[in-house]
C-alpha cells in the first residue's frame, strides 16, 4: 500500500476526482486535498521532517488547484516557477492532471522537469494506467 497525495479543485472536475480517489482508497492511504492550495503546499514542504517510509509514494496533481484565477500563460509560468518546485519537495513521482487550455503548452515544462502529465477530461483508467507506469505497481 502506497500513500499517495492528491490534489484538485472542487468545481466541474470535482465528480471524476472523487471517483479517482475512491478508486485508489481500494488499494492505497490517500491524502485528498479538494480545493485547498495552502494545503497541499504544506503536505510538500514538510516532506524532510517526515521519515521516509512515511512520505507520499507519488503525488496526483490537478493544474487548477494553485493559481485557478490566473491567465493561462501567468498560469504556465507559476507552475513552472511556483507549484513544480512545490511538487518536488514530494521527493516521488508526480502525475499532472493537466487543464485542457493549458495542456500542450504545459507538456513540454512538465517533461523537462520529469514530471508526467494526462490532459483533462481524463478517464479513470487512462490515470491509473500510467501511475502504473510511473511507479511500477498495481492498481486494481
Known amino acids: 500500500m502506497a500513500k499517495v497525495l492528491v490534489g484538485g479543485p472542487e468545481g466541474v472536475r470535482k465528480d471524476i476526482h472523487d471517483d479517482l ?69 514530494a521527493e516521488a513521482p508526480v502525475l499532472v492532471l493537466a487543464e485542457m ?7 513540454y515544462v512538465v517533461e523537462k522537469i520529469g514530471f508526467a502529465q494526462i490532459d483533462q477530461p481524463y478517464d479513470i483508467e487512462a490515470v491509473v494506467h500510467k501511475i502504473n507506469e510511473i511507479v511500477g505497481i498495481k492498481i486494481y
Not at 79 to 86: I, R, V
Not at 101 to 107: F, K, P
Open 21 to 89: 480517489v475512491a478508486r485508489l482508497k481500494q488499494e492505497h492511504d490517500v491524502t485528498y486535498v479538494k480545493n485547498d492550495g495552502q494545503s497541499m503546499f504544506w503536505e510538500l514542504a514538510k516532506t524532510p521532517l517526515v521519515p521516509a517510509e512515511n512520505r507520499y509514494g507519488w503525488v496526483v496533481y490537478d493544474t487548477g488547484l494553485f493559481y485557478p484565477a490566473a491567465q493561462l500563460e501567468r498560469k504556465i509560468e507559476l507552475f513552472e516557477t511556483g507549484a513544480s518546485l512545490y511538487l518536488a519537495k
Open 101 to 107: 487550455e493549458i495542456a500542450a503548452q504545459l507538456r
